[in-house]
């Protein structure tokens, strides 16, 4: 019998890493379980299908286990959970809840995607049947079927981060009779500053969403939320607190954990433990501009991180360079985008730093359909090193981002932005773009 | 009498040069001659001004000389052309159009904004009224006169870079009852590699513009073009051959010419003569990636090379650091953007390379308006060096090179570029972006 790669989670961390893997070393036998039921999901997806843009559950799903069996050779088992992990015998024990029937799973190597949980906060009620998490496609099912099956509703969304007003759009899309979020903080959208989540909450508003931060959330009573300042009638309440590892699996087999108890890796995806992997939403990563490990759920670093998984586990040689902090949404038409720090987090690195925030448009001033960008950017004093910007703006303000966040992979500085040799015409573009604008007024020219 | 600053030619290198002086020598006398009726507009609007999608030339202009005089205290000369410069003397002789006069004016420091002209090709009949060139806010005025008077007409665009095609798309647009472009090489947009510049003609050709490659023009009979292919009736004719260095004003009084006889800058923009400034289409740049002087007439340049000048005049101290070669444009809903080098490019410097040409979406490809997008690598064997890309898609593909343009900058690897961490959301991406898709097709994992 040949060589056994054991993979431990079907989306993307996983499924990335077996597939590389397989590339690499035709003979290697390639077992994957998923404990859900599909495989290789876009779970970014989710807010689209509640939203009806998207058809169905199924059009979210890149491969099935089927075409992993067919073209990839990989033996894929969904419905099949790993329940606990014996390193030194290198077996699992799975439960394969279609059978209702438990079993031992020897391997030579494993690579570990077991992802993330949402959090659940530690309040009354908080496991009530009407208080739904939003994390992989069966929430996704569920959801839907709630939708349908009983029409537009009142809804409540707690927690104003990104899925969390993702879902409150595609709710009110949905025609729900009322649409709240509820927000701790004093602004939505905590990764970025205030002043700047303080324009998508207005975007959200005046789509006749409403709004509420600096609200306390203190129970799930039957049919609603209570909170601090008063009850809440809901016929679904949606969690958006964000999710933790799911790192239970590993570290109850002893695989060092770190940041909020997400696995520790190498640059290679090597867990502290010979012979083991692991990528995506359970592991830690390294952020480049921080210099610190830090857990970022996201399925762009789940795919990147199992190709590289999957490439060392093959043989080859790869390493994942970390991340520097980028994300983006779109929310009621507002384009949403974040790299590097926020003004909270560089403070918090102990970093100094000076901040501008400009006002631009998408296109030239004179061309029709150019829209409102505002971009606030972050300087190290001294240095002038970019630590970070956020973006909220019409169409074609969030992937101007990515200019900066590749800036940050390079460590450039305010001056050398203000230099990039950006495109420009005036339906794509000012000639300076509103990302060089906010550079320029860092650099004092501006 | 204090310092006098003389800055000629009133657009982008020669008024960002002229405020930014302002900015840092409240004292300095400025005087800015413009030969034109109009200061610091964008020439790059001209298209959609033929085209209608902006109202008029005056809606390209971005500061009137009557602003520069009032808010900036620089007393801006509209239809006054300097004709001849004596740096000894620190004189320049200026015609005075509007008055039919000519007078001397001297100078302490003196800033070259002269831009660029059409090229004329060396055919007969090239002279003649119906054969327009496009450069200038007059040629628009111009052709836009033709255009209202004379109603849709037959036209010939000879040159298929991007202003002849924004030309050709300008005029179909306007109801023209035909529009042909000619172009001489076998395939449009020489500046991106034939297969990428075919994806363009077929877009034109959807919208119903008759394009013709590899057909050479023999010259300009009255009403109509010759080709050797035969004659082709046209009752208006423009020239999208590109522009030359209008350099001769300072090549005459001595300062150095380079790539094209474009006047040589240092990195402060500096010319060969003290206290002799050059920013614009009149002078050369450095290519970051060829590492070579280069004529690369755009507007980006302009005002960038233009605010260097002047913080540089005005005492500061600024550097441009060259360009990469990034240029975009849209073309019939089809977007296009190139930078580094291209294939015929990097052949020329030498370079041995890699490429890869992959076709993605414009969004997840599940979430409604996900468009195509083809992205074309290029990486220097051996060292994996990032050399050059383009790009031809739907919406919201041409910014996209931007993440490349920094890239480049800063000298990245494909493996770098695969590593990056980019904006994701359905609304917005694929979860790995068209351009790190490419970048993995040449770091051999894609």
């Given at each position: 019998m040949g060589t056994r790669l054991l993979v431990i989670g079907g989306d993307a961390g996983g499924m990335s890493a077996a597939s590389q893997a397989r590339r690499l070393q035709p003979d290697l036998g390639i077992v994957a379980l998923e404990?859900?039921?599909?495989?290789?999901?876009?779970?970014?997806g989710i807010p689209y299908v509640v939203g009806g843009q998207?058809?169905?559950?199924?059009?979210?799903?890149?491969?099935s286990p089927r075409e992993f069996r067919e073209h990839y050779r990989i033996d894929a088992r969904t419905?099949?959970?790993?329940v606990a992990l014996d390193l030194g015998a290198r077996t699992v024990e799975v439960v394969d809840h279609g059978h209702g029937r438990t079993y031992q799973l020897g391997f030579d190597l494993l690579h570990l995607a077991t992802g993330a949980r949402p959090v659940r906060p530690d309040?009354?009620?908080?496991?009530?049947?009407h208080v739904h998490g939003v994390q992989t496609l069966e929430d996704a099912a569920h959801l839907l079927e709630h939708v349908q099956a009983d029409g537009p509703g009142r809804v409540v969304v707690v927690g104003g981060g990104y899925i969390g007003l993702e879902m409150a759009e595609a709710f009110a899309r949905r025609g729900c009779s009322s649409v709240t979020v509820v927000e701790q903080?004093?602004?939505?959208?905590?990764?970025?500053d205030p002043d700047m989540g303080a324009l998508v909450a207005e975007a959200m508003r005046r789509a006749g969403i409403d709004v509420r931060t600096g609200v306390a959330v203190t129970g799930f009573p039957p049919g609603g939320v209570a909170t601090a300042d008063g009850g809440l009638a809901a016929d679904v309440v949606v969690l958006g607190l964000g999710v933790a590892p799911d790192s239970a699996l590993g570290a109850g087999a002893g695989l060092a954990v770190g940041a909020r108890r997400a696995l520790v890796v190498n640059a290679r995806q090597q867990?502290?433990?010979?012979g083991v992997w692991a990528a995506g939403d359970c592991c830690q990563s390294f952020h480049r501009v921080s210099r610190s490990a830090v857990h970022v759920p996201l399925g762009t670093h789940a795919n990147k991180q199992g190709r590289v998984a999957g490439v060392n586990i093959g043989g080859g040689y790869a390493t994942?360079?970390?991340?520097?902090g980028t994300a983006a949404t779109r929310i009621c038409r507002t384009e949403v985008a974040r790299t590097g720090l926020s003004s909270a987090e560089a403070t918090a690195a102990g970093l100094a730093f000076d901040a501008a925030t400009v006002s631009g448009t998408?296109?030239?001033?004179?061309?029709?359909?150019a829209d409102r960008i505002t971009v606030k950017m972050l300087a190290e004093r001294g240095t002038r090193r970019l630590l970070g910007a956020q973006l909220v703006g019409?169409?074609?303000?969030?992937?101007?981002?990515d200019v900066l966040a590749t800036a940050l992979a390079a460590g450039m500085t305010v001056d050398d932005v203000v230099g990039l040799d950006l495109a420009y015409a005036p339906p794509l573009s000012t000639v300076w773009d509103p990302v060089q604008a906010a550079a320029r007024r860092l650099a004092g020219s501006g």
């Open positions: 404990r859900g039921r599909w495989t290789s999901y876009s779970a970014c998207v058809p169905g559950v199924d059009d979210l799903v890149v491969r419905g099949h959970e790993a309040l009354p009620g908080a496991d009530r049947a903080a004093r602004e939505v959208m905590g990764t970025i867990t502290s433990a010979d994942f360079p970390g991340v520097v998408t296109r030239a001033g004179y061309y029709p359909g019409g169409e074609g303000s969030a992937k101007r981002i």
